[in-house]
Structures are given as structure tokens and as C-alpha cells.
């Protein structure tokens, strides 16, 4: 059963792109279009791996790290930040929340698979 | 008198107040502006040659397909060739998506900018408006007193709007961009 990833992001061409990349690797991909939308998601189902933007509108990517970390079943969850952001504060910050990887936009499609295929198989 | 010796250097903190805060966001804006720019150009350019290539690709796998079907069979070159044109259509499908990314990018940025422009406005609009409170027969302590509540104004609403336009995109080029697993 192939596993499922949550893209998390408020650009819709972003949230192609993430999908159509992980698609064509085999994944199944629910779209989110920011991060309260994502949470509500991700509590509806549980997925084999969170990646998700920073900075969206209604809850930010860092605050719904936090929030899925609160949740008993997204505690071991691997969640990624995929963002513009690339500041040593700001990893921290992502790291603190509970982020296990920091993607810097724009990705390469081929390291991004290489990537999950890392983090999740 | 003593009230203009007071008058005149809030005047002329007043004015020095808006051009430094003018120029600080303007040249703000002047740099997203630029980054977007580059972003753009770049991106544009790597998409049209992705294009291109795969253009031509697909017209060789086309012209073998064409060789097949009239009932001829490709020599070992031309089934080696087919073979990697594959990955090479491939790689340039990858190259197409990395740069697309380029809509996220410069949206971000430009939504920056109009913030920071509507802001400015908002400070400008803001000045009117002390400014209208005057009255024509307002004293010299009266207008010292408005130029003092302008300045500190003045200040708190452009440190404000600095603060609201954190720079979230640093990216001059398309390049795709570290991954780093905690």
C-alpha cells in the first residue's frame, strides 16, 4: 500500500508541483491550502509524512507543527518545512516546533523523492 | 521667540523624519522589485530552454515511432538514443518544475512590496491628518506640540511597518535550494 503525504501550502501551483513530483514516485498526496486547512486534514486522516510551508495565511507552518505534535498520533509522524526561509533562526525555530527536515523553495523534484524516500521509504 | 528657537528644529526633524523613512521603505521596494525581476528572468529562461529540448525530444521519439510504424526497424543506435531520450525528457521535466516555482516565489515578494507601499501610505495619510487638526490661529506652542505628536508618529508607524514586511524570500536565482534532515 503505497504511503500518503500531506502537502501543506497557500500556492496552488506549489501544491502541483509537490504532487505531481511525489505522484509520479508512487506517493498519494492530500493537498492543503494552508495551515489550519491542514490540520483539519491530517485529523481527519493520518499520513505517513507532513511537508509543509511556513508562511500561509489563518496558521502558519510553525504553528501547525506545533499543533500536530500536541496530537498522540502525529507525535512519531516525520513533518518537514518545504519554504522560501533559509535563516539558522528560523530552522531553529522549526526544529524546536518539532520539524524533522528544513527544504529550502525551490525544490528539485528527483531530491525531494530522495528525500522521502529517506524519511519514509 | 523662545517657541521658534523649539519650531524650527522639530520642523526640521519632521522633514528629515519623512524623507529618511520615505527612502528607507522606497529603496526597499526598489530591491524586491529587482529580486523579482532577476527571479523572473531567469525562471523564463530555463523554462523556454526546458521547452525546447523537450520540444526536440519528443520529436525524435516522434520520428521513431513514425520509423515503426512504416515497418522498419531502429538500428541499435536509434534504440539507444530512444532509450535515453527518456531520462533526458526526464531531467528537463524536473528543470520545468524547479523553475516554476517561481509564481511562489515572486508572489511572496510582491505582496511584500504592495504592503510596504500601502503602508507608506497609511503614514502619509496619517500626517494629513495631524496636520489637518491645526488650526490656522494655532500658537507656536500649539504647532510644536503637533510637530512632536507627527514625529513620534512618524517613527512608530514606520518601525511598525518594518516590522510587518519581515523578507522572506532571499533567493536571487533559481537554483534549487538545501535540504537539511534534523
Known amino acids: ?121 | 521667540m523662545a517657541n521658534n528657537k523649539i519650531l524650527a528644529p522639530q520642523l526640521k526633524d519632521l522633514l528629515s523624519g519623512v524623507s529618511n523613512h520615505g527612502n528607507q521603505h522606497l529603496l526597499e521596494v526598489e530591491v524586491d522589485l529587482l529580486q523579482t525581476t532577476a527571479l523572473l528572468g531567469e525562471a523564463i529562461d530555463k523554462l523556454v530552454t526546458s521547452f525546447v529540448s523537450i520540444h526536440k525530444a519528443v520529436n525524435i521519439q516522434q520520428e521513431a515511432l513514425d520509423l515503426l510504424l512504416s515497418g522498419k526497424h531502429p538500428s541499435e543506435e536509434e534504440i539507444k538514443r530512444l532509450k535515453n531520450i527518456h531520462l533526458e525528457i526526464g531531467r528537463h521535466v524536473n528543470a520545468v518544475i524547479t523553475n516554476m516555482q517561481f509564481q511562489d516565489m515572486t508572489t511572496q515578494l510582491i505582496d511584500r512590496t504592495v504592503k510596504r507601499v500601502v503602508g507608506l501610505r497609511e503614514v502619509l495619510a496619517s500626517l494629513g491628518n495631524t496636520g489637518a487638526k491645526m488650526l490656522p490661529e494655532s500658537g507656536g506652542e500649539e504647532i510644536i506640540l503637533f510637530l512632536n505628536e507627527i514625529n513620534s508618529a512618524l517613527t512608530a508607524q514606520s518601525s511598525e511597518l518594518e516590522g510587518a514586511v519581515r523578507k522572506v524570500v532571499s533567493q536571487n536565482k533559481m537554483d534549487s535550494g538545501d535540504i537539511e534532515l534534523f
Open chain 1, 1 to 121: 500500500m503505497s504511503k500518503t503525504i500531506l502537502a501543506v501550502d497557500d500556492s496552488s501551483s506549489l501544491r502541483q508541483m509537490v504532487a505531481f513530483s511525489l505522484k509520479a514516485a508512487g506517493y498519494q498526496v492530500i493537498e492543503a491550502v494552508d495551515g489550519r486547512d491542514g490540520l483539519d486534514k491530517a485529523k481527519n486522516q493520518t499520513v505517513d509524512l507532513v511537508l509543509t510551508d511556513q508562511n500561509m495565511p489563518r496558521m502558519d507552518g510553525l504553528a501547525l507543527i506545533k499543533a500536530l505534535r500536541e496530537i498522540q498520533s502525529y507525535q512519531r509522524v516525520p513533518i518537514l518545512m518545504l519554504t522560501t526561509e533559509s535563516s539558522d533562526e528560523m530552522k531553529a525555530q522549526g526544529r524546536a516546533a518539532g520539524a524533522n527536515g528544513w527544504l529550502v523553495k525551490p525544490f528539485d523534484p528527483q531530491r525531494l523523492i530522495e528525500v522521502v524516500k529517506k524519511v519514509i521509504g
